[in-house]
């Protein structure tokens, strides 16, 4: 066991940090690294590389983190012959620098082979972009699509059966098509059950939270949730069901508690399948954390904004309404 570690960062987590590390650890220096789930500053600081955390993007110090402010790195930027212009996650960060002697040590290909490069661009194209897109909130469409989505059940399936040019049997496709079902068996199952276990009983969460919000601030904009569950799949639905013409419902915050006991701040946006908020965290407040936070805001208790504006955090019930309410009167 190598006494050498990777960080990022512990509590909820993404699947861009997921794939960094994969990635990372595929190469054969990295394979027997540890890895290190914190976001204490003294130990980030003491990991060999770190992904994710930090506030720093620096490759020469193995420093891979995309949420600082002012950070808007992407594939374009960092190679200029690259076309792609989403900004980059610590997957893609990784990725740009990593990802050639990835494939080359996951396919035995030669360093240097005109494939590698060939199956880097597609690779970020079809599979690495969309970590990035998601994770950093950019919008999938914008006339055209800005990235493709290849990760869909659909698409998986497909993935499964023989490629088009191996030797195979029709056995070989009954075997595979086997591994299709319970794939897809799999994925019903999760489904129904998700919709029974917690999708349901958070629309009755979300409802009666919406049902009080005048309790919150007088303006209505501000929901609270009495525990957190998945609100987002609901509230849209529900703000119809529950507007009447006199009194429109279009909530801009929600509120909520997180698995640590300190509380969130995350923006409604505009529809569903957007990435644009109704209205974001103040400006000058996106990508500050802790006393900076504090400071900048007159809110005690601060603990970050999202680079993005869409989500934030502070100690406390009391704060994060606070730098809810004064969001809504913020002035630029």
């Known amino acids: 066991m190598s006494g050498k570690t990777i960080g990022t960062h512990n509590g909820s987590f993404h699947a861009d940090e997921a794939l960094a590390i994969v990635l990372l650890k595929k190469l054969p220096e990295y394979t027997d690294w540890t890895i290190v789930r914190t976001r204490d500053p003294k130990v980030i600081d003491t990991c060999d590389i770190v992904v ?3 506030g720093v993007f620096d490759h020469s ?27 980059l996650s610590s997957a893609g960060l990784v990725y740009q620098h990593y990802g050639r002697r990835v494939i ?7 360093e240097g082979d005109a494939t590698i490069e060939i199956l880097f661009d597609k690779m ?4 690495i972009e969309e970590y990035d897109g998601k994770d950093n909130g950019v919008n999938q469409y914008d006339g055209e699509a800005l990235y493709t989505v290849n990760s869909t059940v659909g698409q998986r399936v497909a993935r499964l059966a023989p490629s088009w040019n191996e030797s195979s049997t029709g056995a070989d496709f ?13 994925e019903f199952l999760q489904a129904l059950n998700s919709l029974y276990k917690s999708w349901l009983p958070a629309r009755d969460i979300v409802k009666a939270a919406l049902a009080s919000r005048m309790e919150n601030d007088p303006s209505g904009d501000i929901m609270v949730l009495p525990q957190f569950c998945p609100w987002k799949s609901h509230i849209y639905e529900l703000e119809k069901e529950l507007s009447t013409e006199s009194a429109p419902i279009a909530i801009k915050y929600v509120l909520y508690e997180d698995s640590s ?28 954390r802790d006393e900076k936070l504090s400071e900048l805001s007159g809110i005690p208790g601060c603990i970050f904004v999202h680079a993005n504006g869409f ?6 019930k009391e704060g994060v309404m606070a730098m809810a309410q004064a969001s809504l009167t913020f002035k630029k």
């Open 52 to 54: 994710d955390v930090g």
């Open 61 to 87: 110090k193995f420093r891979y983190d995309h949420h600082q402010r002012g950070f808007a790195e992407t594939m374009n930027s960092l190679d200029a012959s690259k076309p792609w212009t989403t900004k």
């Open 104 to 110: 080359s040590q996951v396919l035995g290909l030669e």
């Open 124 to 127: 970020y194209a079809n599979f």
């Open 174 to 186: 009954d075997t595979q098509f086997g591994k299709a079902m319970a794939l897809v068996d799999e």
């Open 261 to 288: 006991g300190k509380w969130r701040i995350q923006c409604v946006s505009v529809n569903p399948a957007s990435f644009e908020n109704r209205l974001s965290l103040p400006e000058p407040w996106q990508g500050v």
């Open 311 to 316: 989500i934030g955090g502070n100690m406390t």
